[in-house]
């Protein structure tokens, strides 16, 4: 399926190199400002730019088809477009009978009886995250008191002075992966259910749907097999707050009224020069990811709210 979500419900169409990609959103708030101007900053984020970033550089007009009347949204289903204007197919003609490692392109082929379309990764390309952040500049709308802040903080095991390192990956026709870290500021204690509807769950559900995810942790994650409980657990204050972040701001699957806090893992890009794979492709595709990292955050809480 390429729906996720209830209350705040999204579908995804479209492929990399087909005339869109597009979303429709239903269970958007009435009465939110939107124009196709709205969405130009998050889409601007997204755009490569950066060293070591794909030559593929799309401009991505939005075109609003329905759900907005006079500058404002109806309640309607509202579907948005934004066509593919920088395509260049040719490297792509021999991927269904040599399938590139690391993509979708042999799983893809298996699922769909080679019906699906290969060109540029087709239905799996990062080119539908941009179909992500769209969807999440309405959802940031029905979020006042919402704060999203992703970054880069780690490229290629570096967690600073990593541009050499992409110039040299670039240079030798390979790639870098990274890691991503999300502070989303304003969530209010009580959110999220336990078991399958978890903040946690959901968070990582839609976190899952960026092309190039490998993992996800939140709080201390990992490191927090390696402390002790009395390191690790966060002293509740006289107040009823919590007085650190170790859980990064959920306890049995509830927000519990601290920042939410998550780092998400990206891996090197598969297509690399030195593979012999041709087209257009980022030396370190996690440059261009926090807004997308902070799109599905969004996109979860929007359906989070009563």
Known sequence: ????????????????????????LD????????????????????RPGAEGT???????PVKILSGVYRGRTTGAPLCIEIPNLDVCSAPYEGI??????????????????????????????GRLSAALVAAAVVA?????GYAFEAKVVEVGGLKENWGPAIEAARSEGDSLGGIVECRVKGVPAGLGEPFWDSVESLVAHAVFA???????????GFAAAAKKGSEHNDII???GRVQSNHAGGINGGISNGQDLLFRVAFKPASSIAKAGIPGRHDACFVLRTPVIVEAAAAIVFAGLQK
């Open 237 to 239: 204050g006289p107040d």
């Open 1 to 24: 399926m390429n729906t996720f979500g209830n209350n705040f419900r999204l579908s995804i169409y479209g492929e990399s190199h087909g005339p869109v990609i597009g979303i429709v």
């Open 96 to 125: 269904s009978q040599h399938p590139r490692p690391g993509h979708a392109d042999l799983t893809a082929a298996l699922k769909f009886g080679g019906f699906n379309d290969p060109r540029g990764g087709g239905h799996f390309s």
């Open 140 to 144: 940031k709308k029905m979020l006042p």
């Open 210 to 220: 960026i092309p190039g995810v490998r993992g996800i942790e939140f709080g201390d």
């Open 27 to 46: 269970g958007v708030r009435p009465g939110l400002e939107l124009s196709e101007d709205s969405f130009t900053e998050d889409l601007g984020r997204r």
């Open 54 to 60: 794909t030559a593929r550089v799309e401009p991505d």
